[in-house]
């Protein structure tokens, strides 16, 4: 059995942990946030938006597939620091690109750097912990993400379209601080001492006694962050389509991160409590009644940004139950591998999503039209919470009770 981590060293973890959520977030909401310098400087179509907000996301899916398992094989301190290290390398080259077809390939070489970043920082969080207050350590290491998203959003706001550029320079300048301090700070991390190839680890994640549990994940996955991606990246231009100023639409997606921020942390706290099924319950029945909402009627600035901040409570609550859900499904020495698989299917959905939206865009949707064809998706990915995490907390198959 595994010693204990000493509470000292468990808490840098987790603060380690935060700060490389918190880069990818920041990175992840780049795009976003630097749309309208972007469209006032290379003047793209929507096709071209929706190319670059899910160039990353692919190469998001290659990093988190490969980063979980080399995490397996070389220790996830390792492959932490290197994906932080580049894919801060390659946000400095993004700043410099002249074109969107340049950006949307230093975009796509960022995520590769930046997909082996978050598989290791649920699995860091989740084996520095005591199983009483797993989920809650998930939670407080994950809402690094929407905090960086909000600070990505307050310094657009502050420098204005045409500075979109340094928006690049501080998304990578940040996560190379922070790959230097974990590399001489952070407690090393052992490796697996397994051997088997990456097909036999595939291999385990679909046995028979794992093989519907690992399904339901990936499908649940590939919805709820098809669900966020889109928002993130869409939701300022629907808002300003909505009548709503760039001011108004930046404050509504900073209230979607702040309330997805909060919501994300108590819902980590509920998972370990008896108000678990309450808090799923909740979460599972509101998301697809905010996005009717939004697709409904005209209602006024505040409201909109209200239905913002809840909306982006919804939404990252539930990828913090998946999250819980994901690192207790899989035996230590395959967790990387497990947890990547699973984000690996999430960042197929952040490929969907801004592309299913900028699809609606040019076919002549309408914001309200893009707001109720997300309703359908959501109802499915709650169905996928409630099958995963209902029955009781961190759930597992019976061979990963004998682990």
């Known amino acids: 059995m595994a010693e204990a981590p000493r509470p000292a060293s468990s808490a840098l973890v987790i603060l380690f942990c935060l700060l490389a959520a918190l880069c990818e977030g920041f990175d992840v909401q780049t795009p976003g946030v630097a749309s309208v310098g972007l469209k006032q400087e290379f003047a793209p179509t929507a096709a071209w938006l929706g190319i670059l907000f899910s160039a990353s996301n692919v190469g998001l899916l290659i990093g988190a597939i490969l980063g979980g398992r080399l995490a397996d094989r070389l220790g996830r301190k390792v492959v932490l620091v290197g994906s932080l290290a580049c894919f801060g390398v390659f946000s400095l080259l993004t700043a410099a690109g002249g074109s969107m077809a340049a950006l949307a390939v230093l975009r796509l070489l960022t995520g590769v750097g930046l997909g082996g970043a978050m598989p290791n920082v649920i699995a860091l969080a989740a084996e520095s912990s005591a199983g009483a207050t797993r989920n809650t350590r998930i939670a ?64 385990e994640l679909l046995a028979p006694a794992r093989r519907s549990r690992t399904l339901v994940l990936w499908i649940g996955f590939f919805l709820i962050v098809l669900t966020l991606h ?46 678990r099924r309450a808090a799923l319950a909740t979460c599972c029945l509101v998301l697809p009644l905010l996005l009717h909402g939004l697709a409904l009627g005209e209602p006024p600035v505040r409201v909109l940004q209200g239905l913002a901040a809840l909306l982006g409570g919804a ?54 039209a893009v707001f109720a064809g997300i309703v359908p998706i959501v109802v499915l990915c709650s169905l996928c919470v409630l099958r995963l995490c209902w029955p009781r907390a961190n759930a597992l198959p019976p061979d990963r009770r004998r682990s």
């Not at 869409?234 to 702040?258: H, Y």
């Not at 207790?328 to 698989?341: D, F, K, N, V």
């Open 140 to 203: 407080v290491s994950y809402i690094g993400f929407p905090v960086g998203s909000v600070i990505s959003s307050l310094v657009m706001l502050a420098l204005g379209p045409a500075h979109w550029r340094f928006v690049f320079v501080l998304g990578g300048l940040v996560p190379l601080l922070v790959a230097g301090a974990m590399a001489v700070a952070m407690p090393r991390t052992a490796a697996s001492r397994s051997q088997a190839a990456f097909g036999g680890f595939l291999a």
């Open 315 to 368: 939404v990252l609550a539930s990828q913090v139950a998946l999250y819980g859900a994901a690192q207790a499904s899989y035996p230590s020495q395959a967790r990387g591998l497990g947890i990547g698989a699973a984000i690996g299917a999430g960042r197929v959905g952040s490929i969907v999503g801004p592309l299913f939206a900028a699809a609606l865009i040019e076919s002549g949707r309408s914001t309200a």
């Open 230 to 275: 889109l928002l993130l990246n869409w939701l300022p231009l629907l808002l300003t389509g909505r009548g709503l100023s760039r001011g108004e639409a930046l404050a509504a997606l900073m209230a979607f991160n702040v309330g997805g921020a909060l919501t994300a942390l108590l819902m980590g706290v509920l998972l370990d409590s008896r108000g």
